[in-house]
């Protein structure tokens, strides 16, 4: 008999919160938090999730809102950015993983920046898992930067001398994949699970366009306690929803 569930998500989705209430609990700075999440949640996790087949993970690690914390939590977050980049994401290439970016990655400095795009080079053709971090992500930002790039499109294909059609022939019109293909998650499923850590039942702008059909999991720990076992408890009770896509 199989011991796993058999209807397995491709993409499960995390919007990471609690760290700080998780820190404050056991009295400790609020740095320790996300610190604890780095250094000891987000490697066995993906591991565990690359084992029970699901082929995409995403994490939003920073919102668009998220530079107006305190200025010295935002300066002790961009260098533990810093130390995963350079450190800890090493191990995760030798073990397969395919790490890509979702959010404006431009706000930051040139060093997390050109981490990135190594990251993202060097991983590029491992196939275990994709793991996607969401970083400066808003999904108002994402719908917007969107739209401005698929008008850049049409603008480019409407200023070709040869088009003489009116704005709303059908060369014009944008359908849903089309649109879809701009977002920042284009190629990458939508995700079958949101989970959210932390007590607050909202998704604050994650995902608005791919959540369309995701089921929701609004846990009452913190994202420092996210274990392989909590995941295992969340799949097995996603194997249990029915979902009908409206039909
Ligand atoms: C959420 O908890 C944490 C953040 C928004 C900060 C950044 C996340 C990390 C450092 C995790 C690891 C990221 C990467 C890319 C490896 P919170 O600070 O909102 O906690 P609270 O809800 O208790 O205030």
């Known amino acids: 008999m199989n011991k796993f569930p058999t209807s397995t998500p491709i993409h499960i989705a995390v919007i990471m919160d609690g760290n700080r209430r998780w820190a404050a609990e056991k009295h400790l700075p609020a740095l320790a938090g996300h610190k604890k999440v780095t250094d000891d949640i987000l490697e066995p996790l ?24 305190d200025k010295y939590e935002v300066q002790g977050i961009m260098k533990l950015f810093k130390h995963v980049i350079k450190r800890r994401w090493q191990r995760l290439h030798e073990k397969g993983v395919r790490v890509k970016i979702i959010g404006d990655i431009s706000q930051f400095d040139t060093e997390i920046k050109d981490g990135l795009t190594t990251l993202i080079e060097k991983t590029k053709a491992n196939q275990k898992i994709t793991v996607i971090f969401a970083l400066n992500y808003g999904g108002r930002d994402e719908i917007v930067r969107a739209i401005n790039q698929v008008i850049s499109d049409k603008k480019q294909v409407t200023s070709n001398e040869n088009f003489q059609k009116p704005v709303t022939s059908y060369e014009f019109l944008v359908t849903e994949n089309e649109f879809a293909n701009h977002l920042d998650t284009a190629q990458i499923p939508d995700p079958e699970i949101i989970v959210r850590p932390g007590k607050e039942k909202r998704l604050s702008g994650f995902m608005l366009w791919q959540c369309a059909y995701s089921e929701l999991y609004f846990v009452d720990w913190y994202m420092p306690d996210f274990t392989p076992q909590k995941l295992d408890e969340i799949l097995t009770d996603f194997s249990q929803r029915q979902r009908r896509f409206g039909r």
């Open 46 to 69: 993906i591991e565990y999730a690359s084992t029970r087949g699901i082929k995409y993970m995403t994490f939003w690690a920073w919102s668009t809102e998220n530079w107006h914390r």
